[in-house]
């Protein structure tokens, strides 16, 4: 019989984190990430916090294990987990690091696969004895669903190959890729599978191994090739690709297509084995992310956001059914299923709502039964939080656009006019969405209202919406902000006479250009880990076409003359803000390295300026210590120079 999942909160003490200040409820990091079930459904892995970092918690549902735990560290971060057989489970996690090369001294962060025997509690990273070269060794291409001691993994770098053309010496990059099956409880390589060099960047197998497609990419002219090995070599599909290449996600169909994502309007397709036909799925999932059973390594389903929550759309008949029958049976605006056993009677599903914490649920088919596994945020329970809404407003030029309001607890549109944050998400092609946000439900509680516009070139509303944001890096995209916050004042739940600006990376830069092109309306800005020299991006993508390509769709030529380089840089527009400025900094960033908040820094003198720089972080602020520190320093800096009182 199946133990009641309720024993997790006492062991792991999701149901009694207790926080003394606002900042530090608001820095716990969640309860539960993710939610895992074994292939024989006996063993349930659920991201969990430990000791301040992400972990992984795994419970054997037979209650014949006792339970473990596997914790990240100050120095390493665990990104994802998901099971390789019913003994092994793997855990993907990154690690910086400072490495010498010919050129001096280069940090790097390495991403690599640790396996663990949950029976025994051994742990292995695999892939141990590979070379620095290789940052990234975590593209497990078929878990050999016939040997649960062994996974295929794919390693693919960039060779640089220096030739001699008469008297000219010639550079040419080119794809090395090894395809090796490893032992799941050494982390040694067993057998290789492929070693290429040349121009083949993937190959895709099928849930047992067996190769079924070739991916070939000349970087020199662009040219991309799907060409199929099983029953006999054919090209597939053949095009040149200049900014952002096609990506294969596997076989569907019980093996007779591949599911094939084309850059532009294409989208994503079903392109069959045997023809080579492309058909589209259709508008609505042309940008949405496959899910491909890893049991059979069939596309099951597409998952993406709807227009506020996760959503899954299943072409799976049977986990279809499923997820209809768990939709009207739990109370929440959206109901997914995540992941199940490989004979489909055990469930893991999810719950969402807008603004509120994610549920996730252990569906026993056989049993007929539905469990709670996991709370993201437990540290919210039975407390009174902030409300999130989800509205849209025009852009001067006409266009609608997408937003969420999130107000101080108890509090509606009729309770205004608030003092207003405007925080844009990062990216910039990416988006909000109506789930929890700590960062937004903080400064809802201390007494602010707070605006997240989902402005042109946000991804989820379609290619003409992205396609909108082009060249637009430092207009259209803030003026959408800017009318985002006088839409609040004209509807009386902001108040006038100014707001102040919040964002990360993309939306750090945001925060430091509203100022710039709203000189009246912005009264402060808090700008974590931003860009403000855009044409250092450039510089930063040195060696990728691609990246280098899709910049420019955003910030124009990299050959633009200086006056455009000048007026899009908060660096050299330094002169020109007369506000408090707040720069938060992970000095292990290698997303935006910290020398963008140092030079403006510099370039200001220090004037009215502050710059906290978080030793041991990352792009992404993932430990609650560090949580806790921007939260303290970002609730002084508004005490201080944007009260909500």
């Known amino acids: 019989m199946r133990v009641f999942l309720a024993a997790f909160a006492a062991l792991f003490g999701w149901s009694s984190v207790s926080a003394q200040t606002l900042e530090e409820l608001y820095a716990i990091l969640p309860s539960a990430w993710s939610a895992q079930i074994s292939p024989d459904g006996n063993k349930l892995a659920l991201g969990c916090r430990m000791n301040g970092v992400r972990g992984v918690c795994i419970h054997d549902l037979t209650g014949q294990?006792?339970?473990?735990?596997?914790?990240?560290?100050?120095?390493?971060?665990?990104?994802?987990?998901?099971?390789?057989s019913d003994d092994y489970i793997l855990s993907e996690i990154s690690q910086y690091a400072t490495v010498p090369t010919s050129s001096g001294n280069r940090d790097v962060v390495y991403t690599r696969l640790m396996s663990s025997n949950v029976t025994t509690g051994e742990t292995v990273m695999l892939l141990g004895?590979?070379?620095?070269?290789?940052?990234?060794?975590?593209?497990?291409?078929?878990?050999?669903?016939?040997?649960?001691?062994?996974?295929?993994?794919?390693?693919?770098?960039?060779?640089?190959?220096?030739?001699?053309?008469?008297?000219?010496?010639?550079?040419?990059?080119?794809?090395?890729?090894?395809?090796?099956?490893?032992?799941?409880?050494?982390?040694?390589?067993?057998?290789?599978?492929?070693?290429?060099?040349?121009?083949?960047?993937?190959?895709?197998h099928d849930a047992e191994g067996n190769e079924i497609a070739a991916v070939i990419h000349d970087r020199r002219s662009g040219e991309f090739t799907i060409r199929r090995l099983s029953g006999g070599r054919m090209d597939l599909y053949r095009a040149e690709h200049e900014v952002e290449?096609?990506?294969?996600?596997?076989?569907?169909?019980?093996?007779?297509?591949?599911?094939?994502?084309?850059?532009?309007?294409?989208?994503?397709?079903?392109?069959?084995?045997?023809?080579?036909?492309?058909?589209?799925?259709?508008?609505?999932?042309?940008?949405?992310?496959?899910?491909?059973?890893?049991?059979?390594?069939?596309?099951?389903?597409?998952?993406?956001?709807g227009r506020d929550l996760p959503v899954r759309t299943y072409i799976d008949g049977e986990l279809e059914r499923v997820q209809t029958a768990l939709s009207g049976a739990l109370p929440h605006e959206n109901v997914v299923v995540v992941n199940w056993s490989q004979d489909r009677q055990v469930i893991i599903a999810a719950g969402h709502d807008i603004g509120r914490s994610t549920t996730y649920y252990l569906y026993d088919r056989g049993a007929g039964s539905v469990s709670v596994a996991g709370d993201e945020y437990v540290n919210f329970n039975g407390r009174t939080i902030p409300?999130?809404?989800?509205?849209?407003?025009?852009?001067?030029?006409?266009?609608?656009?997408?937003?969420?309001?999130?107000?101080?607890?108890?509090?509606?549109?009729?309770?205004?006019?608030?003092?207003?944050?405007?925080?844009?998400?990062?990216?910039?092609?990416?988006?909000?969405?109506?789930?929890?946000?700590?960062?937004?439900?903080?400064?809802?509680?201390?007494?602010?209202?707070?605006?997240?516009?989902?402005f042109r070139g946000s991804s989820g509303y379609g290619q003409a919406f992205i396609e909108a944001g082009h060249n637009e890096f430092a207009d259209g995209m803030i003026t959408d902000m800017i009318d985002g916050a006088q839409h609040l004042v004209a509807e009386g739940v902001a108040r006038d006479g100014g707001y102040c600006a919040f964002g990360a990376s993309y939306g750090g830069y945001a925060a430091l250009m509203l100022p710039l092109l709203d000189q009246n309306g912005v009264e402060c800005t808090i700008?974590?880990?931003?860009?403000?020299?855009?044409?250092?991006?450039?510089?930063?993508?040195?060696?990728?076409?691609?990246?280098?390509?899709?910049?420019?769709?955003?910030?124009?030529?990299?050959?633009?003359?200086?006056?455009?380089?000048?007026?899009?840089?908060?660096?050299?527009?330094?002169?020109?803000?007369?506000?408090?400025?707040?720069?938060?900094?992970?000095?292990?960033?290698?997303?935006?390295?910290?020398?963008h908040s140092e030079r403006f820094i510099e370039a200001r003198g220090g004037q009215d300026t502050e710059l906290l720089v978080i030793e041991g972080e990352n792009h992404y602020f993932g430990h609650e210590a560090s949580r806790l520190q921007v939260l303290q320093s970002v609730g002084a800096f508004l005490d201080a120079h944007f009260p909500a009182q």
Do not use: C
């Open 527 to 595: 700008a974590m880990a931003p860009v403000t020299e855009p044409q250092a991006m450039f510089a930063e993508t040195y060696g990728s076409r691609s990246a280098t390509r899709y910049w420019e769709r955003y910030i124009g030529s990299r050959f633009g003359d200086d006056a455009h380089w000048a007026a899009i840089s908060p660096v050299q527009r330094s002169a020109e803000y007369d506000i408090p400025v707040l720069l938060i900094h992970g000095e292990e960033d290698l997303v935006v390295p910290v020398l």
């Open 129 to 204: 004895d590979y070379g620095g070269r290789f940052g990234d060794l975590t593209n497990v291409t078929s878990l050999l669903t016939n040997d649960p001691t062994r996974i295929a993994i794919e390693v693919n770098t960039i060779r640089n190959v220096s030739t001699r053309s008469m008297s000219r010496l010639r550079d040419d990059n080119e794809y090395q890729l090894i395809v090796q099956t490893v032992e799941l409880d050494t982390g040694d390589v067993d057998d290789f599978l492929r070693n290429e060099n040349g121009s083949m960047r993937d190959i895709v």
């Open 65 to 84: 294990t006792p339970m473990r735990g596997i914790s990240g560290s100050s120095e390493t971060r665990i990104l994802g987990m998901y099971w390789a």
């Open 387 to 454: 409300v999130t809404e989800s509205f849209s407003y025009t852009a001067r030029d006409g266009l609608d656009i997408p937003a969420y309001l999130t107000l101080p607890p108890g509090m509606s549109r009729a309770d205004g006019p608030f003092p207003l944050i405007l925080m844009p998400h990062g990216g910039p092609q990416a988006r909000d969405s109506g789930q929890l946000d700590t960062y937004a439900n903080y400064l809802a509680e201390k007494g602010y209202a707070v605006l997240r516009p989902n």
């Open 245 to 305: 290449l096609p990506v294969v996600y596997g076989v569907m169909d019980e093996g007779r297509a591949l599911a094939v994502w084309i850059p532009g309007e294409v989208g994503l397709v079903r392109v069959d084995l045997e023809t080579g036909e492309r058909t589209s799925f259709g508008e609505g999932v042309s940008r949405a992310r496959p899910i491909i059973d890893r049991y059979t390594g069939d596309l099951v389903a597409f998952a993406g956001i």
